[in-house]
């Protein structure tokens, strides 16, 4: 059974562009949550998506928006980059009950320059 | 609000010998949800242990070992027998499930383990 990827694996943007970051879930989990990762302030929720409702949401700017396909695939997109922006960003994908364990794909590792 | 502490920043111990990572959490909640996790260099986030907080079972699964303990609102992870591959940064979690924390897990802030030959 394939994991959860991530694409790309890694990007380089300048200040003032947006970006786009992929998500494939695991086959049959409808859940996809998104995870911010810096040194500074760890693991941080942005969003979960379920069945292409977005059902929670993180203390994120409204920069950082996601959206969630019929095939549960799913993206999240940064407009107006900071250098602040600069981490790792995961994604999770579960069944979607909370009970569940969630599994991580190997994350975009994203720097703003 | 939900927390969730790892006091120990960093461990570091030579092969073989056992080392035990803290994870202590706040939640107002009942029912609850606690999970660890370990991040090798890689990046990505390994499943190790979900556990239920209606379950206070310990478990042990190999050289991996869990003690739940609500009423100290702990659960801690025992390696025995350390090997360097091991070594990675190691997240406690917690999620309620449902409701404001749908998709959500609160991690700590994670214990970089450094396991050396």
């Known amino acids: 059974k394939a994991g959860v990827t991530q694409t790309p694996r890694y990007l380089i943007k300048t200040r003032g562009q947006q970006v786009t970051l992929s998500c494939s879930p695991i086959?049959?989990?409808?859940?996809v949550s998104w995870y911010q990762q810096t040194p500074g302030q760890g693991l941080q929720f942005l969003f979960e998506?379920?069945?292409?409702?977005?059902?929670n949401k993180g203390n994120f700017p409204g920069r950082f928006s996601g959206r969630q396909f019929s095939n549960s695939r799913s993206e999240m997109n940064v407009s107006t980059l900071e250098l602040g922006d600069s981490a790792l960003y995961l994604c999770?994908?579960?069944?979607?009950?909370?009970?569940?364990?969630?599994?991580f794909g190997q994350g975009t590792r994203l720097t703003v320059v | 609000a939900q927390k969730v502490t790892q006091a120990q920043t960093e461990i570091s111990v030579v092969e073989k010998e056992d080392v035990t990572l803290d994870c202590v959490y706040e939640?107002?909640?009942?029912?609850?949800?606690l999970f660890w996790y370990k991040q090798p260099p890689s990046g990505e986030l390994v499943f190790l242990i979900r556990?239920?907080?209606?379950?206070?079972q310990n478990e042990i699964s190999g050289r991996y070992s869990w003690n739940f303990q609500k009423s100290t609102s702990s659960f801690n992870f025992t390696i025995t027998a350390s090997q360097v591959v091991d070594s990675a940064v190691y997240f406690c979690?917690?999620?309620?499930?449902?409701?404001?924390?749908?998709?959500?897990?609160?991690f700590g802030q994670g214990t970089i383990l450094t396991v050396h030959p």
């Open positions: 999770a994908s579960s069944l979607g009950q909370g009970r569940t364990e969630a599994f």
């Open positions: 086959s049959g989990h409808r859940s």
């Open positions: 998506y379920f069945s292409e409702t977005q059902r």
């Open positions: 939640t107002r909640d009942t029912t609850y949800y």
């Open positions: 556990r239920n907080s209606f379950d206070e």
């Open positions: 979690a917690l999620t309620n499930a449902g409701g404001t924390s749908y998709g959500k897990l609160t």
